[in-house]
């Protein structure tokens, strides 16, 4: 499995763009990588996934360098609501052999939004 | 529809009550997973089926025993609990490429 390191937490302002970084330096070759959000006492939200270069969707962009041992969430102007905890998964698909990588979470990053 | 639903939303148990939580989605997804979510923690995965087969169980004790009845209904039989195992309790489901549904969730107290 490859291993996932984030920031325990980040704090940042309304209206400003927050960028949270992950590590995962054993990412495998089919491994891809996975961001959700989870607001406390609900289940974890998808919010985007990428294999490499860079994605971009309505909510959020993810940057993958070319070496893929990182990657960085970017949520642009976030508000009070995006205070959440976002998890970074990496792995391949395990129902069709691939690892379990991305049914692992980790600790993930607490983000908080203040006002 | 694009919601997995979770019911009971909250549940308590006394220790040698058995119970049930129940899990559905309706699209189409072919599998399915239970994870157990402790205060403060990640989410740990305990079940994982794929084409209503149980395909990964992650060492979860015996007094906790799922079911798949069909492709879009997941189970998950409760029996003997201890207060430990209180938790919140998720339910996932998912396309091949694996970008997982997660259901709201039920709230489990054992007493």
């Known amino acids: 499995l490859a291993k996932t390191t984030q920031p325990i937490s980040m704090d940042s302002y309304e209206g400003q763009e927050v960028n949270i970084t992950c590590s995962h330096n054993?990412?495998?070759?089919?491994?891809?990588i996975t961001w959700y959000q989870q607001f406390p006492s609900q289940g974890p939200r998808f919010i985007i996934q990428?294999?490499?270069t860079k994605v971009t969707n309505e909510v959020a962009s993810l940057f993958i360098p070319a070496d893929r041992k990182s990657s960085t969430l970017s949520l642009p102007r976030v508000s009070l609501s995006d205070t959440a905890v976002y998890y970074c998964?990496?792995?391949?698909?395990?129902?069709?052999?691939?690892?379990?990588?991305?049914?692992?979470f980790g600790k993930g990053t607490k983000l908080s939004v203040k006002p | 529809d694009t919601e997995v639903t979770q019911t009971p939303k909250h549940l308590v148990m006394g220790m040698t009550n058995k119970k049930s939580l129940k899990c559905e989605q309706h699209?189409?997804?072919?599998?399915m997973y239970w994870y157990k979510q402790k205060a403060k923690k990640p989410p740990e995965l305990m079940f994982v089926?794929?084409?209503?087969?149980?395909?990964i169980n992650e060492s979860v004790p015996s007094r906790f025993s799922p079911e798949c009845p069909n492709s879009s209904l997941l189970n998950l039989h409760l029996h003997a609990l201890q207060p430990e195992d209180s938790a919140l309790y998720l339910c996932?489901?998912?396309?091949?490429?694996?970008?997982?549904?997660f259901g709201p969730g039920t709230r489990l107290t054992v007493l």
């Open positions: 990428g294999y490499k």
């Open positions: 699209m189409g997804h072919r599998a």
């Open positions: 998964l990496v792995g391949d698909d395990p129902i069709y052999g691939g690892s379990q990588g991305n049914l692992i």
């Open positions: 054993n990412i495998a070759t089919n491994d891809y």
């Open positions: 996932a489901s998912s396309r091949r490429d694996n970008e997982q549904f």
């Open positions: 089926y794929s084409y209503e087969k149980l395909s």
